[in-house]
């Protein structure tokens, strides 16, 4: 039987390819798990509060109702939100280390929640499947 056969190799241009667009992926990634911080910190700094008013130390506190945003009082949530990027530039995730802050985001036996980060990411896809409609 009679053959003919070419063989295609990389000649090393795809390699530098592949880097440049993971390169790209990853200030997407980076750009999206930002947004998605800020709209977390401004959803808690923000948006009006319903709750009830109470002092406390002297400082008079509006607490926010069930299904809004946590109503900020020392700074300590908001200052515990961190947005990071995966080691491969694929991936990221936006986490708050407060220890409390799974008992705001869902709800409890004794309080209902008041969701901050899964809100802020939905509000967050437009814009993030926008950054990433651009990448080609």
Known sequence: MNRVSVRVT????????E???????????NAATQIVRTAAIDMIQRSPKTGVTYK??????????PGEPP???TGFLVSNIYAKVDADNLGGQVESRAPYSR???????????????????????????AIFSRLK
């Open 10 to 17: 990389s000649t090393g241009k795809i390699q530098q390819v």
């Open 19 to 29: 880097a440049d667009y993971v390169r790209k992926v990853g200030r997407a990634v």
């Open 56 to 65: 406390r130390r002297g400082i008079t506190h509006r607490a926010s109702a």
């Open 71 to 73: 109503a900020t009082d």
């Open 103 to 129: 008992f705001l985001e869902f709800v409890t036996v004794n309080m209902e929640a008041r969701p901050f980060l899964f809100p802020a990411l939905e509000m967050s896809k437009p814009r993030i499947r």
